[in-house]
C-alpha cells in the first residue's frame, strides 16, 4: 500500500502537486487522469522516488527501489545507441544478477520470453535504431516485465502508439493486475480508463477525485478539473495551508 | 624507391626512443579506446575535449616546482582534471548553464592560466612540448604511468561494463532502480582524466583526446554494438599510433599531430567505407529484403 499524506511537490516553490493525500492500495490497478499541467507525471516521478516531497509524506510502504519499475512518459533514450532488443529487456534482470554478475542462462530465457510477450518474438538481435516508436514501446514494457516488480509505474505509456500495440500492452497491464502487481497509469483516454482500470485518480493538481471509476468520472468533475488547472496566479502568496 | 623495411620497421629496431615510444602508445591505445567509446555514447565528447585541456594548469604547476618531470606533471594533471570534472559538473547542478557551457567555461579558463604559467616559467620550446606532448621524449616513469593506466582502465571497464552501458543508455532506468548511478558517473570520470592525462603526456593537451576520441567515432562505422564497438576502437587506435609514429619519423614532424592525423585518416575512411551506415554503403544500390 502507497500513502500520501497531504503531499506538495513544487517546481521552483510552485506547487505542481498541492495538498494531496489518499492511499493506492496494494495489488490495485489506478488510472491517473486529469487535464495538462495537473501534476500526473510529476507525482508518478515522485512515486518513482525521482523527485523528493516538499511537503507532507509519501509513504511507499516498505517497497525498495528494485520493486518498482517506472517507465516515463518520454524515456530519456537514445535510439542511436549500439544495443539489441534483447539486450535491452535483460537490463531489467540487473538487480537480480547484479551489475558485475553474468546472466544465468534461465534469465536469459526469460529475457526472450519477454520479447516474445509484448509480440517481438524474432526481434532479439535487432538493434533500438531500427524499431519503430511502437516497437520500442514494446521493448520498454519487456524490460518491465523483465524487473518483475510489485509496483509498476506507467506515464502516458500509449501516446504515439497504435491501436493494435495500445491493447496487446494493455492486455499485459491486466496481467499485472491479476498477478496482484500495483499499477498505477497515467492517461488520457477516458474510454480506456472505463474499460480497464478500475479506481481512478482525478488529479488537478489537487484531488478532484479519487476512487472507483464510476463514480470519479463524471461530467461534474471534468468541469471542477478544468477549473482549478487554469488559475494560475503570477503574484501568488506562500501558501498557509497546514501551516496553522 | 621507397624501401619497405626502412620505412615501417628499421626505426623501431634501431632507435630505443622509437620502440618506447611505440610501447607507450600501444598502451594508450588500449586505455584509451574503450574510455573513449563509452564518452560518445554519452554524448561527451566536448567534456572529454574541455577535461584534456584542464589538465594544463594542473601540470604547468608542478613543471614550475619540479621541471619537466613527468611523474610530478602527472599528478598535477590529474589532480586538476578531477576538481575541474567535478567542480563543472557540480556548478552545473546548480546554476541554469547546461553541462557543456559549465565545461567551456572551466577549459578556456584552465587552457589560459596554463599557457600563462608555462609561458612565464618556462621557455617557447617547453610550451610546445606540453601543447603538442612529446611521444619520443617518453622515459621509465611514463612508460610505467601509461601501462599502470591502461591496465587498471582495462580492468575497470571490464569489471563495470554492464553498469557503464545500462547508465549510458538510460540513466534514469538504472537510478529509479537504486542503482549506482553517481557513482558509476565519478569512475568514469575519473577513468577518463586518467587516460587523458597519460595521452597529455604523449600528446600534448592540444590532441590528448585524438586517440580516444577520434577511434571511437571510426568504430561506430563497423560495429553494431558496444564490445565490437571497443573492440574496432582498440584496434585502430594501436595502428593510429603505429602508423603516426612511423610518419613522424620519416618526416621529422611531432609526434603528437602525426598520430591524431593518422587517427583521423581512419575515421574519414571508416566514415566513407565502414559497412554500419558508412555513406558509400548507404548510396550503393542494393535491393531491399522481402521482409
Known sequence: ?244 | MIDPYGLLVAPFVEFAFMRRALVASMALSLGCAPVGVFLILRRMSLVGDALSHAILPGAAIAFLFAGLSLGAMAIGGFVAGVLTALGAGALSRLTPLREDATFAAFYLIALAAGVMMVSVGGSGVDLLHVLFGSVLAVDDTALILAASVASVSMLAVAALYRGFVIESFDREFLRVGGGPDRALHAIFLVLLVANLVVSFLALGTLMAIGLMMLPAAAARSWAHGVAGMIGVATGIAALSAYAGLTLSFALDAPSGPSIVLAAGFFYAASVLFGPVGGLVARALPRRHLRG
Not at chain 1, 510502504?61 to 524515456?75: C, E, K, N, T, V
Not at chain 1, 493538481?205 to 488547472?229: D, F
Request: with cysteine.
Open chain 1, 1 to 244: 500500500m502507497i500513502e500520501l499524506r497531504d503531499l506538495t511537490l513544487t517546481y521552483d516553490r510552485r506547487p505542481a502537486v498541492h495538498h494531496l493525500s489518499g492511499r493506492f492500495e496494494a495489488g490495485s490497478l489506478t488510472a491517473i487522469i486529469g487535464p495538462n499541467g495537473a501534476g500526473k507525471s510529476t507525482l508518478l516521478k515522485a512515486l518513482a522516488g525521482a523527485l523528493r516531497p516538499s511537503e507532507g509524506r509519501l509513504d511507499r510502504g516498505g517497497l525498495s527501489p528494485r520493486d518498482i519499475a517506472y517507465l516515463p512518459q518520454q524515456a530519456s533514450i537514445d535510439r542511436g545507441f549500439p544495443i539489441t532488443a534483447i539486450d535491452t529487456v535483460a537490463m531489467g534482470d540487473w538487480s537480480a544478477s547484479g551489475l558485475f554478475g553474468a546472466m544465468s542462462r534461465a534469465s536469459w530465457r526469460r529475457a526472450s520470453e519477454a520479447l516474445a510477450a509484448v509480440g517481438l518474438g524474432g526481434f532479439e538481435t535487432r538493434t533500438v535504431g531500427t524499431l519503430s516508436a511502437g516497437q520500442f514501446q514494446r521493448v520498454l514494457f519487456a524490460r518491465m516485465l523483465m524487473q518483475d516488480a510489485r509496483l509498476i509505474l506507467l506515464d502516458e505509456p500509449f501516446t504515439a502508439v497504435d491501436q493494435r500495440t495500445t491493447a496487446d500492452l494493455l492486455a499485459l497491464v491486466q496481467r499485472w493486475h491479476a498477478e496482484h502487481r500495483t499499477v498505477i497509469a497515467v492517461l488520457h483516454d477516458f474510454e480506456q480508463v472505463r474499460s480497464t482500470f478500475p479506481q481512478v485518480l482525478y488529479l488537478a493538481r489537487e484531488s478532484v477525485g479519487w476512487g472507483p471509476t464510476p463514480s470519479v468520472l463524471t461530467a461534474a468533475n471534468q468541469l471542477r478539473a478544468r477549473a482549478m488547472a487554469e488559475t494560475w496566479a503570477p503574484d501568488a502568496e506562500p501558501c498557509q495551508r497546514g501551516a496553522a
